[in-house]
């Protein structure tokens, strides 16, 4: 069955970064667009950064300049790079791909 299963949340500071990761599996993993999606408390769901099967990326608004998407099809694995964090970044962030979700990982951006 497919799994989508995020890693790579915590808590940092104004300013730093973290690398979410999502280990994806039971699905031709090369073949899909795969997704980052956010959820900030109090909030609805935030598409933040997409990467089709080719590598292409698009990016929010709010995540543009900051955040990189990046897929390894060798490992089924699909990153999220996030620099200069501010504290609306903080959410839970999902894998996404095919109608699957992941569970989540929390990002808590706080001095």
């Known amino acids: 069955q497919v799994q989508l299963v995020e890693s790579g949340g915590g808590l940092v500071r104004p300013g730093g970064s973290l690398r979410l990761s999502c280990a994806a599996s039971?699905?031709?993993?090369?073949?899909?667009?795969m997704f980052w999606v956010r959820q900030a408390p109090g909030k609805g769901l935030e598409l933040v950064a997409t990467?089709?099967?080719?590598?292409?990326?698009v990016y929010a608004g709010s995540a543009k300049g900051r955040f990189t998407i990046s897929r390894d099809n060798s490992q089924n694995t699909v990153h999220l790079q996030m620099n200069s964090l501010k504290p609306e970044d903080t959410a839970v962030y999902y894998c996404?791909?095919?109608?699957?979700w992941g569970k989540g990982t929390l990002v808590t951006v706080s001095s």
């Open positions: 996404y791909a095919m109608n699957y």
């Open positions: 039971g699905f031709i993993f090369s073949n899909f667009w």
């Open positions: 990467i089709t099967s080719g590598g292409e990326t």
